[in-house]
């Protein structure tokens, strides 16, 4: 999407440890413009599909999502990040390594929110090794949730993460690509 790759080289920062910041248009400030264009991509991408669910992570899918679920008139669900690692049985629960704190967490989404009956569309902000994106596919797999695909904001392809979670049958659908990125600058991937 040309608007993200632009807002990319106009904006973001290369912070050390492979991380981009982008606080400005999606991590802390949001561009409701872009915000809008990307739910038109999402929808463009995935509208034919059977998508009857978006499902995120908090906090940074969230506005994402919900852009997408309004222009594909879908309900949203985020997955909730948990302190304890004791979570009662309403709840599916999985256990996430944060890419940008080192450490890991519990996220957990209610029972009420995702069952069988739905064709969910995982959305998130980045993908990078791709553990936030298996932990959402697995708390869709407990609920025997169908899941149609993944649409990321910005896939960084040098971390693997679009490879692990393609090679497992997952179409996954980045909005901005990167190939790699140094104290020079981004290089998008060539589609
Ligand atoms: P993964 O689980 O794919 O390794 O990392 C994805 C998660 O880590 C995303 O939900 C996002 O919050 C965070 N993340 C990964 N890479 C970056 C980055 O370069 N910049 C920012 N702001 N967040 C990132």
Do not use: W
């Not at 978006?54 to 222009?71: K, Y």
């Not at 080192?102 to 090794?129: H, M, N, P, Q, W």
């Not at 994106?133 to 990321?152: S, T, W, Y």
């Amino acid at each position: 999407m040309r608007q993200m790759e632009q807002k990319i080289l106009d904006e973001a920062t290369i912070l050390d440890g492979g991380v981009l910041k982008v606080g400005s248009f999606l991590n802390q400030q949001i561009d409701p413009v872009l915000l809008g264009q990307m739910a038109e991509e999402i929808k463009r991408l995935f509208g034919a599909s059977e998508v009857n669910k978006i499902l995120t992570i908090e906090s940074s899918g969230i506005a994402i999502a919900a852009a997408a679920g309004m222009a594909m008139n879908v309900p949203v669900v985020f997955a909730k990040k948990h302190r304890s690692s004791n979570v009662d049985g309403d709840v599916y629960s999985t256990s996430v390594h944060s890419f940008t704190h080192g450490e890991d967490y519990r996220v957990v989404v209610s029972r009420d929110y995702l069952t069988s009956e739905d064709r969910v569309l995982i959305v998130d902000d980045f993908l990078a090794k791709g553990n936030a994106l298996l932990g959402l596919i697995d708390l869709a797999d407990q609920a025997g949730a169908g899941v149609e695909g993944v649409a990321v904001a910005i896939e960084k392809r040098f971390q693997g993460g679009g490879d692990r979670v393609r090679s497992l049958g997952y179409r996954v659908e980045p909005l901005a690509c990167i190939e790699s990125m140094d104290e020079k600058g981004v290089n998008f991937c060539s589609l």
